[in-house]
């Protein structure tokens, strides 16, 4: 369980690694706030739960569509996704620490295709036309 803010040990080895910590409470308080957060980033790196990885269920994170929408490349934990979604340009799955290291790198040498591809990848998947019109037929209406 992830405790905010996080202790001084946690904040020096992250900070120590490179990395900043922001605060997700403001950020996730209103909608703007949150687009603002999206597409003033540079991508999204996830870790999912234990149960989603062992299960290999394909869950995909409703915020990982956000990036992509946003022309933000994802790398996220592999949990079976990728039986839906192509990966490896603008999208990555990774189960280990050199995977994940190696979708970064990817992105890192051509983060103007990789943010071209994440954006093309949520049109393709996650539009609402499409979204909504297969909903809707798998309803009935």
């Excluded at 949150?34 to 062992?54: C, L, N, P, Q």
């Excluded at 946003?70 to 934990?77: E, H, I, S, Y």
């Amino acid at each position: 369980m992830a405790v905010l803010p996080p202790d001084e040990h946690v904040r020096a080895v992250i900070e120590g690694g490179g990395w900043s910590l922001v605060d997700p409470r403001p950020i996730s308080a209103d909608m703007l706030h949150y687009h603002d957060f999206i597409v003033h980033s540079g991508g999204e790196f996830t870790v999912a739960k234990d149960i989603y990885v062992r299960s290999n269920s394909g869950w995909f994170s409703d915020r990982s569509a956000c990036y992509l929408a946003a022309g933000r490349p994802v790398v996220t934990m592999r949990t079976g996704f990728s039986k839906f979604y192509p990966v490896g340009r603008g999208l990555f799955e990774y189960t280990t620490h050199e995977e994940a290291l190696a979708a970064i790198d990817a992105i890192m040498a051509d983060y103007p295709s990789h943010s071209r591809e994440a954006r093309t990848l949520a049109g393709e998947y996650f539009a609402a036309e499409r979204v909504l019109g297969a909903l809707l037929a798998a309803t009935g209406l």
